[in-house]
């Protein structure tokens, strides 16, 4: 392993677990004083009542964050059927409650997989949001309420996996953009009631898991943090590798597109498929995009499609 101050400016990855109830900025801002590196940034916020995975991206890897927040995630957690709070968890005050029975497990269960595939969803106000340069929490603290769009979201899954009384256990894989409290909201919505969030934990982010993220202690030492550090090749192979010779390597520092008959690669690009330039040495050295150029439909891939570097990382 390099020095730290090396590793800084060659950057990585860290899964961290968020404890509740830290915001996602309070666990930044503990792997800054761990490491004593400024330059920390996190890849998707959870609530403070929330826990799991936390990707924080360090250095140069702060330039990954874009690609990593368009990860899949995974949550699971209790939400509490038959009430509403202003928050949509267990950190608000409850605004309203329904003496309903709870449904059977067949019909929660009915109801959950209505909402899943592509829906529309509104952000709730308790939200980091921004409204004309103000963030959504802190104009609902003063009892504002605004117009928020209704936001395309993906919920690949939304599972019901166990009932206690009033509580359910519950799943759901979604999208970048997803709020599982507007989604638990609705889901009650749907039963003729609401429900609120009372427990989440985001279980993996893309190939990232909960099982190996890593707890913040008071006494951790810089030493322990960066054996965990995950390289930023590592941290973008869920993207296509195209493998760039040694002698390219200078001329795409100073941004230099390769040609494609240069790469190296597994098999072709697609349009807009976006692809981690490799270093012969393994070294994340810019993210390029495959973009389609104008001409004849029938051309070989590497006519018709054009290599623009995204970022040079």
Same mark, same amino acid.
């Given at each position: 392993?390099?020095?730290?101050?090396?590793?800084?400016?060659?950057?990585?990855?860290?899964?961290?677990?968020? #404890?509740? /109830?830290?915001?996602?900025?309070?666990?930044?801002?503990?792997?800054?004083?761990?490491? =004593?590196?400024?330059?920390?940034?996190?890849?998707?916020?959870?609530?403070? $009542?929330?826990?799991?995975?936390?990707?924080?991206?360090?250095?140069?890897?702060? %330039?990954?964050?874009?690609?990593?927040?368009?990860?899949?995630?995974?949550?699971? =957690?209790?939400?509490? $059927?038959?009430?509403?709070?202003?928050?949509? @968890?267990?950190?608000?005050?409850?605004?309203? #409650?329904?003496?309903?029975?709870?449904?059977?497990?067949?019909?929660?269960?009915?109801?959950?997989? =209505?909402?899943?595939?592509?829906? !529309?969803?509104?952000?709730?106000?308790?939200?980091?949001?921004?409204?004309?340069?103000?963030?959504?929490?802190?104009?609902?603290?003063?009892?504002?309420?605004?117009?928020?769009?209704?936001?395309?979201?993906?919920?690949?899954?939304?599972?019901?996996?166990?009932?206690?009384?009033?509580?359910?256990?519950?799943?759901?894989?979604?999208?970048?953009?997803?709020?599982?409290?507007?989604?638990?909201?609705?889901?009650?919505?749907?039963?003729?009631?609401?429900?609120?969030?009372?427990?989440?934990?985001?279980?993996?982010?893309? /190939?990232?898991?909960?099982? @190996?993220?890593?707890? !913040?202690?008071?006494?951790?030492?810089?030493? @322990?943090?960066?054996?965990?550090?995950?390289?930023?090749?590592?941290?973008?192979?869920?993207?296509?590798?195209?493998?760039?010779?040694?002698?390219?390597?200078?001329?795409?520092?100073?941004?230099?597109?390769?040609?494609?008959?240069?790469?190296?690669?597994?098999? /072709?690009?697609?349009?807009?498929?976006?692809?981690?330039?490799?270093?012969?040495?393994?070294?994340?050295?810019? !993210?390029? %995009?495959?973009?389609?150029?104008?001409?004849?439909?029938?051309?070989?891939?590497?006519?018709?499609?054009?290599?623009?570097?995204?970022?040079?990382?």
């Amino acid at each position: 392993m390099t020095d730290a101050g090396g590793l800084e400016g060659q950057g990585f990855v860290l899964n961290i677990y968020k #404890e509740s /109830p830290w915001t996602s900025h309070d666990a930044v801002r503990r792997v800054r004083r761990i490491l =004593g590196f400024r330059k920390v940034g996190h890849t998707g916020t959870l609530d403070p $009542f929330a826990t799991g995975v936390l990707l924080c991206c360090v250095g140069r890897a702060t %330039k990954l964050s874009s690609i990593l927040m368009d990860l899949p995630k995974q949550y699971e =957690g209790w939400m509490r $059927f038959g009430a509403q709070t202003h928050t949509g @968890d267990a950190f608000g005050r409850i605004e309203r #409650e329904w003496n309903v029975a709870l449904p059977s497990l067949e019909a929660l269960r009915r109801s959950a997989a =209505g909402l899943q595939g592509e829906i !529309l969803q509104v952000p709730p106000m308790v939200s980091a949001l921004k409204h004309n340069g103000q963030r959504l929490y802190k104009l609902a603290r003063k009892g504002i309420t605004v117009e928020r769009k209704a936001r395309r979201v993906l919920v690949e899954s939304f599972a019901i996996l166990e009932v206690d009384g009033l509580r359910i256990r519950f799943r759901v894989r979604c999208s970048r953009g997803t709020y599982v409290r507007t989604l638990v909201e609705d889901f009650g919505a749907s039963l003729g009631a609401s429900a609120y969030v009372e427990e989440l934990c985001r279980m993996r982010i893309g /190939p990232f898991e909960v099982g @190996d993220a890593v707890r !913040l202690q008071e006494d951790m030492q810089r030493s @322990d943090l960066i054996a965990r550090s995950i390289s930023m090749a590592q941290a973008a192979a869920h993207l296509p590798a195209w493998r760039i010779p040694r002698f390219w390597a200078a001329k795409l520092r100073h941004g230099h597109t390769p040609p494609w008959i240069v790469l190296e690669m597994e098999r /072709p690009p697609v349009a807009d498929e976006i692809g981690c330039l490799i270093s012969s040495t393994g070294e994340l050295m810019a !993210l390029g %995009k495959a973009v389609q150029s104008e001409g004849l439909a029938d051309r070989p891939w590497s006519d018709a499609l054009n290599l623009e570097l995204v970022r040079v990382i």
